[in-house]
DNA sequence: ACGCCCGCCTGTAAGC
DNA sequence: TGCTTACAGGCGGGCG
């Protein structure tokens, strides 16, 4: 479910509201969640007594920084929510998976119906050989220090397709199947665009509009959809799903021309664009 | 060696 | 109305 704009929409409010508070106990009641940890107390014990420092971001994966060595990993997956309880008497979502109450009172819940998320305790040091997915991200798609150049250097290292390059988390991390139709859209190129293709003025483009796109998302906390699957730490829907040009908008005419926006299946995902505007 | 497809899950909506 | 099927924000493994 969630990509970069709505990772990073949690990792802000989660890092504001659980800074600085000491974890009273951890409750697993949904073991797959918790799947790398055969024996479940080599992931309560580390946690439980730990203040948490603040919560980091590395793609779509949240780091959450403890006092101590290690640090709580947290992967949203398709369906995974975080949501902060102010009292243990705020009823219990379904699928319901992992449960931290802190000392200060509240909880935080981890909830996901499809168990594609997960969470896992590690430490920064072992990722490398530990977390081969996590050291092996790419940069991140909206950090500052990305130029156009560089970002067109490693999406034109390998030769693919336009759309699986933006949504190899080894190339650039956090894009996935929502925003890579979103920027393909507003840079005018077509998701089966070779990279080789790409004249600097197309990488240039493209890269503007993975920030303009991003960053726009992010200002208005992420998209939600139909089902309201993603909602922030306190419950509550994005809007960025209003701003969307292309995706779930098949049969529509474009905002932008008026021709019908097109639904493809590429590689596996349903894929939306503009036969018109996207060349 | 690389790209693609499947499977992992549950819920929902569409189709018959 | 009810059963069946397809599909959904991700990602790793295994296959060709």
Redesign the pocket.
């Known amino acids: 479910?969630?990509?970069l704009p709505?990772v990073e929409t949690i990792r802000r409010d989660l890092d504001k509201e659980i800074a600085g508070k000491k974890i009273k106990s951890v409750e697993v009641t949904g073991a797959?969640s918790t799947r790398r940890h055969e024996d479940l107390k080599t992931f309560i014990d580390p946690l439980v007594g730990r203040t948490v420092k603040g919560v980091d971001r590395r793609?779509?994966?949240m780091v959450v920084k403890l006092d101590g060595p290690d640090v709580l990993i947290i992967?949203?997956?398709?369906?995974g929510q975080l949501l902060r309880a102010p009292s243990v008497r705020t009823e219990m979502p379904?699928?319901t998976h992992v449960v931290i109450n802190f000392t200060q009172g509240g909880q935080l819940r981890f909830i996901d119906?499809?168990?594609?998320g997960e969470m896992f305790v590690t430490t920064l040091d072992v990722i490398e050989e530990q977390v081969p997915?996590l050291a092996h991200l790419g940069i991140d798609a909206l950090s500052a220090p990305v130029t156009w150049k560089n970002f067109g250097g490693l999406l034109t290292l390998?030769?693919?397709?336009l759309k699986?390059a933006l949504?190899d988390?080894r190339v650039l991390a956090g894009i996935?199947?929502?925003y890579s139709d979103e920027i393909l859209f507003h840079s005018g190129l077509r998701f089966d665009r070779s990279t080789d293709s790409l004249k600097p003025e197309d990488v240039r483009r493209l890269y503007r509009s993975t920030v303009e796109v991003l960053q726009e998302a992010l200002r208005l906390r992420g998209?939600?959809?139909?089902?309201?699957?993603?909602v922030d730490l306190f419950g509550k829907p994005g809007g960025y799903q209003a701003e969307h040009q292309v995706y779930a908008r098949d049969g529509l005419p474009c905002r932008r021309c008026r021709q019908t926006i097109t639904k493809e299946?590429f590689?596996?995902?349903?894929t939306y664009f503009c036969p018109a505007c996207q060349i």
């Open positions: 479910m969630p990509e709505e797959r793609g779509k994966y992967h949203l997956g398709m369906s379904k699928h119906p499809r168990t594609f997915e390998r030769s693919a397709k699986t949504m988390q996935g199947n929502i998209s939600s959809l139909a089902d309201a699957q993603y299946k590689t596996g995902r349903t």
